[in-house]
């Protein structure tokens, strides 16, 4: 059964009613903030007992500003996962997210990029520039970040892996370990 924070907010039931039939592929026990943005719900899997907290993006783009990227998106998110207030997750080729993960506020994960950073686009506005995946991500299993996390394209996050407030993340993190910093670099062992 879906839930949601405000009942009263009848618009809000309404756009999740709609667009829940157009998922991947939907679990059960989901719970939805009222505010939410999701483009691309076709490529999105979500298992059971999700949280999507205020203010979620769940973004796919198979294309983008009219072009395709040649990719089909794929955003897979395990069980019993929490995805906290101001999260965004934009995804053009593969994001993996495992089983019972906790994502802090604001936290961000993404496998794409504007532009190619080549010194032809500097002359291009960045919203212009096209989509490009720089490698998927994929995140374990009981993963836990802080506030204002950054997992950039290409990254590999082990199970029980602990990424402290504010880092960002350009490196594999192994599993058990503590990361913290910009860029995120390995604390402690658990």
């Not at 096209?130 to 970040?145: E, P």
């Not at 960002?168 to 604390?187: E, R, Y």
């Amino acid at each position: 059964m879906l839930k949601f924070f405000k009942p009263q907010n009848i618009i809000t039931k309404i756009r999740w009613s709609i667009i829940t039939k157009k998922f991947r592929s939907l679990g059960k026990g989901i719970k939805v903030h009222y505010n939410f943005n999701i483009i691309g719900p076709e490529n999105i899997s979500l298992g059971n007992n999700v949280f999507l907290g205020e203010n979620v993006s769940l973004e796919t783009y198979a294309s983008y500003r009219n072009e395709t990227t040649g990719i089909l998106p794929t955003l897979t998110i395990g069980n019993d996962v929490t995805i906290t207030k101001n999260s965004h997750i934009s995804c053009m080729n593969k994001i993996t997210i495992g089983a019972g993960c906790l994502f802090g506020q604001n936290t961000f994960i993404t496998d794409n990029y504007h532009g190619n950073n080549s010194i032809k686009e500097t002359f291009i506005m960045p919203v212009q520039r096209k989509l490009y995946c720089k490698g998927a991500v994929l995140i374990g299993n009981n993963v836990l970040t802080g506030r204002n996390v950054c997992i950039m394209p290409g990254i590999s996050i082990g199970d029980g892996a602990i990424i402290g407030a504010n880092a960002v993340v350009t490196h594999n993190i192994p599993s058990n370990c503590v990361a913290a910093g910009i860029p995120a670099k390995i604390i402690r062992f658990m």
